[in-house]
Every structure is written in C-alpha cells, then in structure tokens.
C-alpha cells in the first residue's frame, strides 16, 4: 500500500475516524496536525495541495488527496470486515454514514466545538441565534439512535461496520456540547461495548 498521511485536526471527531477505522485494520498512518483556529487549513498552500474546500480532514495515499472522512474510512476499510458483504447491509451501513453528516454531526458536532473548544463568550450572534435549534435537531438525532439501539448491538448487520465508527466518533463525547447520554441507555451500552472492541483507540490517542 502507498504511504498515508493523514491530514488533521486531532480532537476532531471526522478526523478521529479514520485514526479509528486504521487502527481496527492495523494499518499504520502518517500524521500532519493542523491548528483550524488559526486558519491553517485556510493557507494559499493548504489550499493549492491538500484541500481546496479549505478543511480536514484528508487522507493522503502517496501523493493524492482525498477529502471527506466517509470517502477515507471507505478507501480503507474497502475489502475489510468493515463493510457487509451483503447488497442491502451495505447501502443500510451508507444510509446510517449520511445520516450522521447530514442529522448527527451538524448539530452534535457543532455544538460541541461551538461550547467546549471556542466556549460561548466566544460566538457571534449568529451563531448564538443557532443554539437552540441546532440542540433541538442534536436530541432528535440521538433519540432516534437510541430508539435503533434498543434491540440490537450494532445499527447494521448484526456487527461492527463503517456505520458504528461514524456514530461513534461525536456520540461518545457529546456530553462536551451538553447532550445528555445518561437518559440514553442503549447509547450507552453502544459505546462500552465499541469502546471494548480489539483495536479500540481513544479519540486523543
């Protein structure tokens, strides 16, 4: 396999990912931090070579780039026990990755940065107008996780799949943006039993 590098912002739970899903495959990666809150993802360089969308993360495989945490933990899970066999489990373990980014990671996600990383003095206007919706929308994310949890171990095919480490990322630590895990039992349970698996690392290993 050619070199990887991964490019990151290591307390982010989209880079966190693709750490997570090497480290199950054993595969070993390359790290090149960035500090987003002094814009250096947003350099004329960043730009011009690893990202032109200006974020990360990004995974280099030799001396290609390719954005979006889902297209990476893809490239490297391709062929693995990551991702079913089956035609349907395979679009259901897609189903559950969109849902994330597009229900879960915007709001879940967003809060926690806005709260634990840039702290609430330090919001504009704007985004304080936001708060209460992006809770509301971050709630409804997490019930209806929970409610999937209540008679299964994993969201598809009955084991741990690209689905699992996509939840798992900003779940476990949504307490930091102020969601309360502890009325959510099956969520829970999910990340002690995720958190227990071979291969496991912490978001800030």
């Known amino acids: 396999m050619e070199k990887l590098t991964l490019h990151e912002y290591a307390p982010s739970g989209n880079c966190y990912k693709i750490r997570l899903v090497a480290s199950h495959l054993g595969v070993t990666l390359g790290r090149r931090h960035y500090d987003i809150l002094n814009g250096e993802t947003r350099t004329p360089d960043f730009l011009r070579t690893v990202n032109g969308n200006g974020r990360i993360p990004v ?9 979006e945490s889902g297209a990476a933990c893809f490239y490297l899970a391709e062929g693995s026990s990551l991702i079913p ?5 395979r679009a259901d373990m897609l189903r559950w990755m969109n849902f994330e980014q597009y229900n879960h990671e915007p709001n879940v996600a967003t809060l926690r940065f806005w709260l634990a ?28 996780m929970e409610r999937h949890l209540a008679d299964r171990a994993f969201f598809v095919a009955d084991r741990f799949t690209l689905a699992d480490v996509a939840l798992f990322a900003y779940t476990h630590v949504a307490d930091e943006g ?3 895990l502890a009325s959510r039992p099956a969520i829970r349970t999910w990340i002690d039993r995720i958190s227990a698996l071979p291969g496991h690392i912490p978001i800030d290993a």
């Open 85 to 89: 066999d089956d035609r349907f489990d």
């Open 59 to 67: 995974l280099q495989i030799g001396d290609r780039y390719l954005p």
């Open 178 to 180: 102020g969601f309360d």
């Open 117 to 144: 990383f840039i702290g609430e003095g330090g919001l504009s206007d704007f985004q304080k107008a936001q708060l209460p919706g992006k809770r509301a929308a971050g709630d409804a994310a997490l019930d209806l």
